[in-house]
C-alpha cells in the first residue's frame, strides 16, 4: 500500500481502496486511448455524407460489431443509448407502447431506472404486479409464473442484483412466457464482464447493459433487441439508430464502448480472480462477529459482499469509511443521499432498521490479496468507531 505524503515526504493519510466498483469504473487506458482521436481530430458526424462523416461512421459500426460480438448478438440487435437507464425506458415503454394498457410483471428488487420506468408505465394506463424477493434474493419462478394474465406483455426481473449481486436464472423459465407471448426485458448491467451475457444465456428479448461498468465512458449503454422484437421510438430525431433513438450518436463514448466490451469478453479469468478477493474480504469482514451477509444463500455475481452489521448506524459508517479511505456504499450509487431504506432489502423481507445498518462493498479486479487484507483492517476501525460514537450519544 501507498500513503500520500506532505511536502516533508511525511505519510498523511492511507491511498484509496476503491470497493464501490459497482457503482462505476474508471476507464481503462486502452478505452482512452481509443476514445482521444474522436475528440480532437476526428470531429465528423456519423450521419454526415462527407469523408469526415463517413469515418465516424465506420468507427461507430465497428464499435457496434465489437459491443455485439460481446453480447453473442449480431451488429443490427444493438442500439446504442446514453446509457443503461434511456435503454430500459426505450424497452419498456417502447413495447408497452404497442400494447396500450397491457399488463407488466415486474421484480420489486430491480434497480431504480427500472423501477422508474415501470411507474411511468403505470401512470399511462399499464396495470403492474409487483413480485418481491425470497429471502435470500432470488425470484422464485413460480410467483413469477403465478403473476401473468392473460394481457402480460412484459416481464422485467434484473439477471444479477445491483446491491446484492444475487443472481436470477430466467432460462429455465423462457419456454414459458415465450409460449404466452409475453416478453422478457433483463437488465444485464452488473453481469456484463463478470459473467457470459447474451440473450439466450439470459432468457431475455431485451437485453440492457452500461459502458461505465466495464472501464468504458460514462454516457454510453446499450440495448439488445431479439430478431422480430420491436420497439416504438422514445426519442424521434434524425432517424439514428434505425429510427429508434433519434439523436446525434457521441461517437467518442460509443468508440470507448467498443474497446471496453472487447476487454469485458476476458470475464472468466476476472470473475475467478474478483471472486476470490471478496471471498477473503467477506471471510475477514464477519470475521468481526456480528456481520450477516444478504445473499449470501444464494448464487452471486462475483463482486459483490451486501452486509448488515449489528449495532451501526449505515450512513455514518460510510462517513468513518470515508475517513478510512475506503470507497463503499449503502446500496446503490443512484440513491446517494437517500435516508429512506434499501427498496432491495424490503423486498427481500429485510427490515428498515436492518437496511439502515448495511453498506456494500463491490470490487475490481484492480485489487490484489494484499489491499483486501489493509481494507478488512480498516473496515474493522470504522466499525469500531462507529459503535463507540453510536454508544456516546
Do not use: Y
Request: aromatic residues 2%; contains cysteine; proline residues 4%.
Amino acid at each position: 500500500m501507498t500513503r500520500e505524503r506532505d511536502a516533508a515526504g511525511r505519510s498523511t493519510r492511507a491511498a484509496i481502496i476503491d470497493v464501490d466498483r459497482a457503482a462505476t469504473t474508471p476507464v481503462h487506458p486502452d478505452v482512452l486511448e481509443a476514445m482521444l482521436p474522436w475528440f480532437r481530430d476526428r470531429a465528423g458526424n456519423p450521419s454526415s455524407l462527407h469523408a469526415a462523416g463517413r469515418e465516424a461512421r465506420r468507427a461507430v459500426e465497428d464499435a457496434r460489431e465489437r459491443v455485439a460480438a460481446a453480447l453473442e448478438a449480431t451488429a443490427r440487435q444493438v442500439v446504442f443509448t446514453s446509457g443503461a437507464t434511456e435503454a430500459l425506458h426505450l424497452a419498456l415503454l417502447g413495447s408497452l407502447a404497442l400494447r396500450p394498457g397491457a399488463h407488466i410483471v415486474a421484480s420489486a428488487a430491480e434497480h431504480a431506472a427500472l423501477l422508474e420506468a415501470v411507474r411511468t408505465a403505470a401512470r399511462l394506463g399499464h396495470p403492474v404486479t409487483w413480485v418481491p424477493s425470497g429471502p435470500d434474493g432470488r425470484i422464485d419462478h413460480d410467483e413469477l409464473a403465478a403473476a401473468l394474465q392473460d394481457d402480460t406483455a412484459l416481464l422485467a426481473v434484473m439477471r444479477t442484483n445491483n446491491e446484492t449481486g444475487v443472481q436470477n436464472d430466467l432460462a429455465p423459465l423462457r419456454a414459458h412466457v415465450e409460449a404466452r407471448g409475453v416478453r422478457v426485458l433483463v437488465d444485464a448491467v452488473q453481469s456484463f464482464g463478470h459473467e457470459r451475457v447474451g440473450l439466450e444465456h439470459c432468457g431475455a428479448d431485451l437485453l440492457v447493459v452500461s459502458s461505465h461498468k466495464v472501464e468504458g465512458p460514462k454516457g454510453s449503454g446499450a440495448l439488445v433487441l431479439r430478431d422480430g422484437v420491436v420497439v416504438e421510438p422514445q426519442q424521434r430525431g434524425g432517424g439514428q439508430e434505425r429510427g429508434l433513438r433519434g439523436g446525434t450518436v457521441d461517437v467518442p463514448a460509443v468508440v470507448g464502448f467498443g474497446r471496453a466490451a472487447v476487454r469485458a469478453t476476458a470475464w472468466q479469468e476476472r470473475a475467478a480472480r474478483v471472486s476470490a478477493l471478496r471471498d477473503r474480504l467477506e471471510r475477514g469482514v464477519c470475521a468481526m462477529g456480528g456481520v450477516t451477509v444478504h445473499g449470501s444463500g444464494a448464487p452471486r455475481g462475483p463482486k459483490h459482499v451486501h452486509v448488515h452489521v449489528e449495532g451501526i448506524d449505515g450512513e455514518t459508517l460510510l462517513i468513518n469509511l470515508d475517513r478510512e479511505g475506503v470507497l463503499a456504499s449503502a446500496g446503490s450509487a443512484c440513491a446517494a443521499g437517500s435516508l429512506e431504506p434499501s427498496h432491495v432489502l424490503l423486498a427481500m423481507g429485510r427490515s428498515a432498521a436492518v437496511s439502515r445498518a448495511s453498506v456494500r462493498f463491490s470490487l475490481g479486479d484492480h485489487l490484489d490479496e494484499t489491499v483486501i487484507d489493509e481494507a478488512v483492517l480498516r473496515v474493522r476501525r470504522a466499525v469500531l468507531r462507529t459503535r463507540g460514537v453510536e454508544g456516546a450519544t
